[in-house]
Structure formats: C-alpha cells, structure tokens
C-alpha cells in the first residue's frame, strides 16, 4: 500500500511539475501577444505581459504545493501538524517581509515574486518530510523531467524565444505574428510527443486515467 501511495504521489507531482515547466517555457514568449489579441496594445504595452510571464511559474509552484501538503497534512500526527503551524506562522511573516520589500523594488512583479518564493520554500518543507515518511528522496527527483525532455524543452523554448524577437520585435506584423504562432505550435507538439515518448509504460497509463472518459470508462 505504501508503494502504491508513493507512486501515485510521484505521478501527480510529475504531471503538474511537467504541465509547469511547459507553461511556464511558452508563457515567457507568447504573454505579450496573447494580451495584445485579447486587449489591444492599450493592454499589451503596459506591464501585463510582465505579469502574465510571472504567474505562469506562480501556478506551477501553487499546482505542485497543493498535492504536496494535502499530502503533508493527511499523514501528519496531531503534535506535528501544531509544530507546523508555527512553521506557517514563520512563513507568513517572512512573506510578508519579502512582499513589503519586493513590492517596493519592483512594484506588482514583486508581489508575484514573493508569492513563488513563499510557495518554493513550502514545497522544499512538504517534500523534506514526505521523504522521511517513505524512508527515500527518490520521490523528490522523479519530480525533475529526465534528460531528453529537459534538452527538448530547452531547445524548444529557445526557438520560442528567438522567434519572439524577430517575428514579434523586429518583424512586428500580423504576418510575423502568425508565424509566431504557428513556430510556436509546431515546437509545443514537439515537446508534448517528447514527453509522451520519454515516459513509461505505467505513468502513459495514469495519464489516461485522467482523461474524462477514461474515467467514467473505469468507474
């Protein structure tokens, strides 16, 4: 049962830390334009793009945070969940230091900022016990996307990026917005079959579980 639990762990963290890095990838080059098909430049040349990149590695970290202390707090005993909230306690100041602190450097950004390092940080604590209660930091890495995926995404953000600078920047015209898109498109197909490929035959198969009808299917 242990194992099973473990497992099951893995692959939910897996799959937000996967969707993250994703989101997270593409959200740096395509913010400004998806604000400016949706609001115009009124919106696009303000500092919404800066946040929109922002928040995507906000939702990540917060998408990974939820499972790790649900996690965390289910197993916990009763003294370990009060000497917890005098962690939170200390986490609640610290991150209202830092909020005080990056706000006034950075304006908004630096609320947005805080909020990813405050998410961090419990995460390093939910997943420093998670590994102590199966006796492993093996969990921990499986949470990393392996070499082939790193080195796809990698590649593939860079050409996002590089495509945002020319097409968008210096190129900046609906026909170089749509090769935008469209680079962008071809390379995320690249990454998702990437990912597909790289991963085993049991984590393909939790993956469909998640599908709506795949469920019913099995219910």
Not at 47 to 64: F, S
Not at 94 to 105: D, E, N, R
């Amino acid at each position: 049962f242990s194992l099973l639990v473990e497992r099951k762990q893995w692959y939910q963290r897996r799959v937000r830390g996967l969707f993250g890095l994703v989101i997270t990838v593409y959200g740096l080059s395509y913010s400004w334009l998806a604000l400016l098909i949706y609001g115009g430049r009124n919106l696009a040349d303000t500092e919404g793009p800066l946040l929109l990149q922002l928040h995507c590695p906000y939702i990540a970290v917060c998408g990974i945070n939820g499972i790790t202390e649900c996690f965390f707090f289910a197993v916990m005993a009763q003294d370990e969940v009060e000497r917890y909230n005098y962690k939170l306690l200390f986490f609640s100041v610290a991150f209202l230091c830092l909020s005080v602190v990056l706000g006034y450097l950075f304006s908004t950004a630096g609320l947005v900022i805080a909020n990813i390092a405050n998410m961090t940080i419990r995460i390093f604590f939910s997943i420093r016990y998670i590994n102590q209660f199966f006796g492993s930091s093996a969990i921990a890495y499986r949470m990393i996307p392996n070499i082939p995926q790193l080195m796809v995404i990698c590649v593939c953000g860079m050409t996002a990026l590089l495509s945002k600078f020319i097409l968008e920047n210096l190129a900046s015209s609906t026909l170089g917005y749509i090769l935008h898109i469209f680079i962008g498109g071809l390379s995320f197909v690249l990454v998702l079959l990437t990912l597909w490929e790289c991963e085993d035959n049991e984590f393909k198969l939790f993956l469909k579980s998640l599908l709506p009808a795949r469920r019913e299917k099995l219910e």
